[in-house]
């Protein structure tokens, strides 16, 4: 199924992923953290059909709200900011009650080795029932797979993948689609659609280190891209692009440092876009930002809180309307020295729409802030409303939310 948008926003609407840090990712596989014609040249009553109707009685017909337009006027000003919120729950542990019952966070992924899928049972029961959770999960294969054991069947590396063709990629990708389908999970933060500097093979921490791409020439790696995307939407499990605008000229990993993270060679017209095109045109719903820094978008700016590389590259120039969402921001050391509250804010006024987090003790801080953001200024408010629009068309898409 091929389709550029998830949805055409209504004019009132419209105003890495990485490895957990602390653990080692090549012993542990923890990852990070889109008017009909019946052919004839005359109308159905004789006319020529040639000139405007004259009967004044005809009036233009509107399509009836979607469930999401309809829950969106519904919603309080802290299950808006909420839903703005993805939270990462460790391996065997709980959801706390506040994250989903107090601060209603929009949903969870899930961090680490898990060998079943508890908290999607837990996630659901905590969320309030019209209004259920994105569940999210890294299984990119290799090295990148959280669900294990019974959980997940092993699929082999993207870097294997790759030199094997769209054909292994699609074989791989509708493996990874069925397991995440059947345990109720409907969001793989996955394909990295990232191509690797050949100059760097395993140099570059955050991808050919761990064999997370597929390949290093950009039309080759589409390919693989878009039969991942494809594969996952044939099972109903929305795909993920990352890391945008692209990890593959960096040496170090964004979630455990601060330096060696910064891009100066991917600027608007680069053909290592050219793989996250092909996503997108194979009808990936969701983007993930990176957060290093490119300075031929803007300079010293992470790309998820950077208007150039959200709103100006992926959203007017590739095209791009889906859910936009961070790489995480909660316990990344790329984004260590920015304040919490402007962790969760600017990538809104970025043109972004969802922040991830894999410390679920900031879920509070995040929500609000985003709350209070909204509070602050109309226009602040219409772009939250926006976001959340995304956030829950994406839930309708995939069967989450149903019309009454």
Request: glycine share 12%; net charge negative; charged share 20%.
């Amino acid at each position: 199924m091929r389709r550029r948008h998830l949805l055409a926003l209504a004019p009132t609407a419209a105003l890495a992923a990485c490895t957990t840090p602390g653990e080692d990712p090549a012993t542990d596989g923890n990852g990070d953290s889109g008017g009909s014609s019946d052919g004839g040249t005359g109308s159905a009553d004789g006319s020529d059909g040639g000139g405007p109707t004259d009967d004044p009685t005809t009036e233009p017909t509107e399509d009836p709200p979607t469930a999401a337009e309809l829950l969106l006027e519904e919603l309080e000003p802290r299950e808006l900011a909420g839903q703005l919120v993805l939270v990462g729950i460790p391996a065997g542990t709980e959801i706390p009650r506040e994250v989903l019952a107090e601060h209603h966070a929009g949903g969870i992924f899930l961090l680490q080795v898990w060998e079943s899928a508890d908290a999607v049972d837990a996630a659901q029961e905590g969320s309030r029932p019209d209004l259920p959770p994105l569940i999210a999960v890294d299984q990119e294969g290799g090295q990148v797979r959280m669900l294990r054991g019974d959980a997940a069947r092993n699929t082999p590396s993207a870097e294997s993948l790759g030199k094997d063709g769209t054909d292994a990629v699609a074989e791989a990708y509708t493996s990874i689609g069925e397991d995440l389908a059947a345990l109720g999970i409907h969001v793989a933060f996955s394909p990295v659609a990232d191509v690797v500097d050949p100059a760097l093979g395993d140099g570059n921490g955050p991808v050919g280190t761990l064999d997370r791409g597929f390949g290093t020439e950009p039309e080759q790696v589409g390919e693989c891209v878009a039969a991942a995307v494809e594969a996952l939407d044939a099972q109903g499990v929305a795909a993920t692009l990352k890391h945008f605008p692209g990890l593959g000229r960096v040496r170090e990993n964004t979630d455990f440092s601060a330096e060696g993270i910064e891009d100066t060679v991917t600027g608007p017209d680069d053909p290592f876009l050219g793989s996250f095109s092909a996503g997108i045109d194979a009808g990936a719903q969701l983007v993930m930002m990176s957060s290093a820094i490119y300075p031929q978008l803007e300079e010293g700016v992470p790309a998820m809180f950077s208007r150039a590389a959200i709103q100006d590259l992926l959203r007017d120039q590739l095209g791009f309307t889906g859910l936009v969402i961070t790489d995480d921001i909660g316990a990344a050391q790329a984004v260590a020295d920015v304040p919490v509250a402007e962790r969760a804010t600017r990538p809104l006024a970025a043109g972004g729409d969802v922040v991830i987090t894999a410390d679920a003790s900031l879920t509070g801080q995040l929500v609000d802030a985003l709350e209070a953001w909204a509070a602050e200024d109309p226009a602040n408010l219409a772009r939250v409303k926006e976001s959340v629009l995304r956030v829950l068309a994406l839930k309708e898409q995939l069967g989450l939310l149903t019309a009454e």
